[in-house]
């Protein structure tokens, strides 16, 4: 994957930031932030002789270096760090904040923020982003993990299961998107903050592996999948989170308006150069007329009605009536949104059984280019969605189908490019090389 100014753009959004699919009806285990468990600190993992390693063990199953690897390479390691640089200070003053590093609404997603009564005496919310923010208060199973516990036995006594794509997007997308817990909202953005996004396969890859897929891995952790369905099921959960947010209290009339950051930046924040205007994904609204953040949910119906035909009819019909009730009232979105949420809740699952063939993957990527080139996908919110997706599949059609990487990556490139323009972005550009990918993605076929 590329890996260059189009992820340093992401700013405090890429740093603020797994239940088996087997076992999805059941409870989803708590969040790392709201187990109860005490958080005992980064230092009780970074032993020599545990993860504190500064190169992998050649005779252990696991690296034993994700200590120094978190430290050094991982930016969620800087996560509180951000909090004290100039842009830091002065969103938080912008905010009425004196002090954004002893701030609980910036706390709550730049550390592992947990109760007083839950810190260890190696706690330190200094540490950023650290281990048990993302694996979990580790007050009963690091004993046991150290002593050899299996992984199953390690979850069942509070071990965030991470390896399963479904558990692992909730739980990034409550700061990657923001939800209940971790309201995130357009008076934040307003304030300076960079808009957040998310993709699921994207942003896992993006940061430094501490962990190697082999067969020892994947008979400990067999809820762990392949790039390809990472992206789609992780598609799934962004349109959940986006939904669950219109069900929610988040989205409320305030004044003339309601909450902004449901809606896309890019309908109002688009570059003045020409062209100003695009469809975007703003299905039947026209120009100037706000519309939805509805990338995931456009991503989610090419999932669907690759993969899941008749769930996708479904979709792209009340797709279409969730933008139409936008412009009627909250109450009507709402009840357009539930419509939607009620359908991506019960293809979850199914999405989560199949194994992707590769006419699946080419398929994808053929109605993701179609998506962009029919105007349904023109701004840059949707246009970077489309490039993660594009790249993501080419990923998995390399490594387990064996495609070449001349078929395609010239296209993938010119995407990549497309999209790393930032402020000088051209959907003009985006189009000229989703119609050679889609071209080459057929010839494939």
């Known amino acids: 994957m590329h890996a260059s100014s189009l992820f340093r753009q992401l700013g405090f959004c890429g740093l603020v930031a797994f239940g088996l699919l087997g076992a999805m009806a059941h409870a989803a285990p708590p969040m790392p932030f709201e187990d109860q468990w005490q958080h005992i600190g980064v230092a009780t993992c970074a032993g020599s002789n545990c993860h504190g390693s500064q190169r ?7 690296l034993q270096n994700e200590y120094f690897l978190w430290q050094r390479d991982d930016a969620h390691s800087n996560a509180y760090k951000l909090l004290l ?5 002065r969103i938080a003053a912008n905010l009425g904040i004196k002090d954004a590093a002893s701030a609980p609404e910036c706390l709550t997603c730049h550390t592992d923020y947990v109760p007083a009564n839950l810190r260890g005496r190696r706690y330190s919310m200094t540490e950023g982003v650290g281990c048990e923010a993302c694996h979990g208060g580790a007050q009963e199973w690091l004993g046991p993990h150290v002593s050899g516990n299996t992984h199953a036995q390690n979850v069942a006594q509070g071990l965030y299961p991470l390896e399963d794509p479904v558990a692992r997007a909730r739980l990034c997308l409550h ?3 923001g939800t209940k817990d971790k309201p995130i909202d357009h008076r934040i ?7 957040l996004e998310f993709e699921l396969d994207t942003f896992t890859n993006i940061q430094p592996a501490h962990f190697r897929v082999d067969a020892d891995y994947r008979q400990r952790k067999p809820a762990y999948a392949p790039g390809a369905k990472v992206w789609a099921i992780g598609q799934l959960l962004a349109a959940e989170t986006f939904l669950d947010g219109l069900l929610g209290d988040r989205f409320t009339d305030r004044g003339m308006f309601p909450e902004l950051v449901f809606f896309d930046c890019n309908a109002c924040h688009h570059p003045m150069q020409a062209p100003r205007w695009s469809a975007g994904t703003g299905g039947p609204l026209g120009p100037g ?8 949910l456009v991503m989610t119906g090419v999932v669907l009605n690759t993969l899941q035909p008749d769930a996708g009819a479904r979709w792209t ?7 139409r009730a936008s412009m009627q ?7 357009a949104a539930k419509t939607l949420r009620d359908i991506a809740s019960a293809t979850l699952p199914q999405i989560g059984k199949l194994t992707l063939s590769k006419a699946q993957a080419l398929e994808l990527i053929d109605r993701i280019a179609a998506a962009g080139l029919e105007g349904k996908a023109g701004d840059y919110t949707a246009a970077k969605q489309i490039y993660y997706a594009s790249d ?37 550009s985006l189009r000229s090389a989703l119609r050679k990918l889609r071209s080459g993605a057929q010839q494939l076929r």
């Open 289 to 296: 007329e706000p519309r939805l953040a509805d990338a995931y």
């Open 189 to 195: 953005m307003g304030a300076g903050h960079p808009p």
């Open 329 to 335: 009232s909250v109450a009507k979105t709402r009840e």
């Open 175 to 177: 700061c990657h998107m």
């Open 85 to 89: 640089t100039p842009d830091g200070k």
């Open 56 to 62: 992998p063990f050649d005779d252990s199953p696991v």
């Open 317 to 323: 019909a009340a797709l279409a009536d969730l933008h």
């Open 392 to 428: 993501a599949l080419f990923y998995y059609l390399r490594q387990d189908h064996g495609v070449p990487a001349s078929a395609l990556q010239g296209p993938i490139d010119e995407l990549f490019a497309a999209v790393d323009a930032g402020q000088s972005y051209n959907p003009d």
